[in-house]
């Protein structure tokens, strides 16, 4: 049995964690794919290197709405990099007002157009914000990616998997108190369902309050097949093969 995490940053300079350590303890517990997750140029750079010294992990990069203002510049040459497989995590953000929307926007257009030039599938964050965000991707029509952390409507369920789109579930399902997101998660079909963990952040029980990790997306799966009422084997098989396709690792 084998378990993808598809969206983490133990690369980054703020992982709190030994990386090397966090690695290994993935590997441990079946988490034998991992990418790590750029949110600007810089630490897209280091998700690069990271995967590039890592068997099993690979890196996808780009801008974070929240560092909007910052741009694009130096993101396409990491494009050529073997294993940068994915462009993200790029979008939307209005519930934090870290960068203007208008320049949000436009960062997003960029990023989607390298997307589509270099045809690789995209980590979408969007949070509070997906009124604007599907004008925007509607023009792009040949890409392909993930709703990283999804925890939106049922409406907005509806159009990514009209479109295409799979969707990411991590720690939040498993310490919301929000009924609705929990009957949420039962709506994704198994054949666009992605685990993350998002690491360091959002851990679930019962590390709460530590820094989150690869391995833990177990923890996430396990969590799922009971909500679901599935068998892990069933769940990673699902899984595993969403993200070795749409990320072709």
Request: hydrophobic share 40%.
């Amino acid at each position: 049995m084998q378990l993808v995490d598809t969206h983490c940053h133990i690369h980054s300079v703020d992982y709190k964690k030994d990386a090397e350590i966090a690695y290994r303890d993935a590997l441990n517990e079946g988490v034998n794919k991992l990418i790590c997750v750029g949110t600007d140029v810089a630490d897209s750079r280091l998700a690069a290197k990271f995967a590039k010294n890592h068997e099993h992990v690979w890196a996808s990069v780009g801008v974070h709405p929240h560092e909007a203002k910052e741009g694009v510049k130096g993101l396409k040459e990491l494009l050529h990099e073997e294993k940068v497989v994915a462009i993200g995590e790029i979008g939307l953000d209005y519930f934090y007002s870290h960068s203007p929307k208008k320049t949000q926007i436009q960062l997003l257009e960029e990023q989607l157009q390298l997307a589509s030039d270099y045809k690789k599938p995209v980590i979408f964050h969007v949070r509070e914000a997906f009124e604007d965000f599907w004008p925007v991707f509607n023009r792009f029509p040949g890409v392909k990616g993930a709703l990283h952390s999804y925890t939106d409507s049922m409406l907005h369920l509806e159009k990514a998997l009209e479109r295409g789109l799979y969707v990411g579930v991590n720690g939040i399902v498993t310490f919301t108190k929000d009924l609705k997101q929990r009957e949420l998660l039962s709506q994704i079909p198994l054949d666009r369902l992605l685990l993350e963990t998002d690491a360091p952040y959002l851990t679930p029980p019962p590390h709460r309050g530590k820094v989150n990790e690869p391995a833990y997306v177990r923890l996430v799966a396990e969590y799922v097949c009971q909500l679901r009422s599935i068998s892990l084997e069933e769940l990673a098989t699902h899984t595993t093969h969403n993200a070795t396709y749409l990320f072709q690792i």
